[in-house]
T-cell receptor, first 111, second 111 residues
Framework: KAGVTQTPRYLIKTRGQQVTLSCSPI?????VSWYQQTPGQGLQFLFE???????NKGNFPGRFSGRQFSNSRSEMNVSTLELGDSALYLC??????????FGSGTRLTVV | SQQGEEDPQALSIQEGENATMNCSYK?????LQWYRQNSGRGLVHLIL?????REKHSGRLRVTLDTSKKSSSLLITASRAADTASYFC???????????FGTGTQLKVEL
C-alpha cells in the first residue's frame, strides 16, 4: 500500500514569506499529525487532525496552522517565516491507538 | 518540550553484539513506542507497548516497560550494520494520537 506522501521534499524560503506543506496519509487513516524536528529542540508535536477537526495542538505560535480535508489529506501553513523555522517537518498518519507511519518529511530552509 | 531522556545519547558496538537503549519519561502514559530514523529522514515505527504490558517482542527487538519507574528499554539482538540509525522513544497519553518524543540514541554498528 502507498505510504505517507509529503510534498515538497525541499523548500527554501525568505524570512517574512509564508509556506504551505502538504501531506497525503495512508488510505483509511483518519488521524494525521505534524511534527517539527530541529537539532536543538528535537522532535516537537505541532498538531493532530482527525476527521477534519484539530484534536490536539502543541506549543507553537499562531503563525503555525493546519487543516485537514474530507479525504484526510492535510496541509500545514507557516506565515511570516523566521530563521528559526528552518527544520524538517514530518507528517504522520495512523489508525487510532496504533503506531504512526511517517512520511519522508519536508526540509524547510529559511534564509 | 521533550517527555524525557534517552540514554545513552550515543552507542557504538560491533556487528553481532546486542544494543540496549533506555528511555525515561515523566507523566502517566497510555502507550510507549519506539521509532528508528536514518540520516534525518522519516521515522519508522518499530514497536508499541501499552501501559498494561511489561514486555513485547518483535523479531530481533525486545521492549520492556516499567510504569512504576517510568522507564522503558529497547534491546536489539545480534546487531547488523543496517541497524545504524537514531532511535527514539515516544509516549502517548490522554486523548488523541499526540506523541511526545525523547531525545534519541544514535546507534552505530560497525563491521
Amino acid at each position: 500500500k502507498a505510504g505517507v506522501t509529503q510534498t515538497p521534499r525541499y523548500l527554501i524560503k525568505t524570512r517574512g514569506q509564508q509556506v504551505t506543506l502538504s501531506c497525503s496519509p495512508i488510505s483509511g487513516h483518519r488521524s494525521v499529525s505534524w511534527y517539527q524536528q530541529t537539532p536543538g529542540q528535537g522532535l516537537q508535536f505541532l498538531f493532530e487532525y482527525f476527521s477534519e477537526t484539530q484534536r490536539n495542538k502543541g506549543n507553537f505560535p499562531g503563525r503555525f496552522s493546519g487543516r485537514q480535508f474530507s479525504n484526510s489529506r492535510s496541509e500545514m501553513n507557516v506565515s511570516t517565516l523566521e530563521l528559526g523555522d528552518s527544520a524538517l517537518y514530518l507528517c504522520a498518519s495512523s489508525l487510532v491507538g496504533d503506531g504512526y507511519t511517517f512520511g519522508s518529511g519536508t526540509r524547510l530552509t529559511v534564509v | 518540550s521533550q517527555q524525557g531522556e534517552e540514554d545513552p545519547q550515543a552507542l557504538s558496538i560491533q556487528e553481532g553484539e546486542n544494543a540496549t537503549m533506555n528511555c525515561s519519561y515523566k507523566t502517566s502514559i497510555n502507550n510507549l513506542q519506539w521509532y528508528r530514523q536514518n540520516s534525518g529522514r522519516g521515522l519508522v515505527h518499530l514497536i508499541l507497548i501499552r501501559s498494561n504490558e511489561r514486555e513485547k517482542h518483535s523479531g530481533r527487538l525486545r521492549v520492556t516497560l516499567d510504569t512504576s519507574k517510568k522507564s522503558s528499554s529497547l534491546l536489539i539482538t545480534a546487531s547488523r550494520a543496517a541497524d545504524t540509525a537514531s532511535y527514539f522513544c515516544a509516549t502517548g497519553a490522554g486523548g488523541g494520537n499526540k506523541l511526545t518524543f525523547g531525545t534519541g540514541t544514535q546507534l552505530k554498528v560497525e563491521l
